[in-house]
């Protein structure tokens, strides 16, 4: 089992940042992703970002330039910082883990993050 718990989020300004994390605990594979997605209200859940187990991330292409996904030296917590935000980054967001070998999927609480015009 794996447990992650997400914190930072937040009211912030059009413009501002902030800076998300997500720590997991557990028994964790050597090999899986941590992303971080987003829930707007009435919306599905998207996926903003990814970071591989080897380091490599991805974007979606509206957080692209404004969003970086990290991770910490001990490789069980990883950030979103979140700058030139906007109000259509509003949503509740949340940490997931895909363990690649077996195939669970993990999923944090979620964190709301509101972005004021």
């Known amino acids: 089992q794996v447990q992650l718990v997400e914190s930072g989020g937040g009211l912030v300004q059009s413009g501002g940042s902030l800076r998300l994390s997500c720590a997991a605990s557990?028994?964790?594979?050597?090999?899986?992703?941590m992303n971080w997605y987003r829930q707007a209200p009435g919306k599905q859940r998207d996926l903003v970002a990814t970071?591989?187990?080897?380091?490599?991330?991805t974007y979606t292409d509206s957080v692209k330039g404004r969003f970086t996904i990290s991770r910490a030296n001990a490789r069980n917590t990883v950030y979103l910082q979140m700058n030139n935000l906007k109000p259509e980054d509003t949503a509740v967001y949340y940490c997931?883990?895909?363990?690649?070998?077996?195939?669970?999927?993990?999923w944090g609480q979620g964190t709301r993050v509101t972005v004021s015009s």
């Open positions: 997931n883990l895909k363990n690649i070998a077996t195939l669970e999927v993990y």
């Open positions: 557990g028994s964790i594979n050597s090999i899986y992703t």
């Open positions: 970071i591989t187990s080897g380091g490599i991330t």
